[in-house]
């Protein structure tokens, strides 16, 4: 009767595997009238969406044209500032061979033209680690009669 070892060794181990399970509560599930109080977590639901207003589309508009303030050599750009129809003033980045025109356009009536470009944020003399940013660039400054 070898067997009788090999059985007894197996029916302990089922009444060992049987004894430590253990049987998961059910959870009520809400009813039509109740919520959940479980909620999404923030980072998982998505970004509203954001709608633009003709009037804030005009707001973002680069000016186009104006009379020019000053030119000014910056570390990233030459700084364009000039004055826009409304006598609104502006300071935006134009190519750096703008500023070697400066008595050719200050105080003169200008059309901008623009560019979208790749901007670095950080100076190459200085130590920090640069990034990129699409900007609008203006490239080119053309007078107006």
């Known amino acids: 009767m070898k067997l009788k070892p090999f059985l007894l060794t197996s ?3 089922v009444v060992l595997l049987l004894s430590g399970c253990k049987k ?3 959870q009520p599930t809400p ?7 479980r909620r999404t977590p923030a980072s998982t639901r998505p970004a509203p969406r954001k709608t633009i207003t003709p ?21 990233l750009a030459c700084y364009v500032i000039f004055k826009d129809t409304t006598g609104k003033e502006h300071n935006i980045s134009g190519d750096f061979d703008l500023c070697s025109q400066k008595k050719k356009f200050t105080g003169k009536k200008v059309t901008l033209k623009y560019k979208k470009t790749r901007m670095r944020n950080c ?3 200085m ?11 203006v490239t080119d400054l053309v007078l107006k009669p």
Do not use: H
Request: with cysteine.
């Open 31 to 37: 009813s039509k009238t109740q919520t959940s109080s």
């Open 24 to 26: 998961k509560a059910k």
């Open 127 to 137: 130590k920090c680690k640069p990034t990129y940013s699409l900007q609008d660039l």
């Open 123 to 125: 100076p190459e003399d």
């Open 55 to 75: 009037k804030q589309k005009q707001a973002k508009a680069l000016p186009s044209t104006g009379t020019i303030v000053r030119l000014e050599q910056g570390d």
């Open 11 to 13: 029916m302990i181990g």
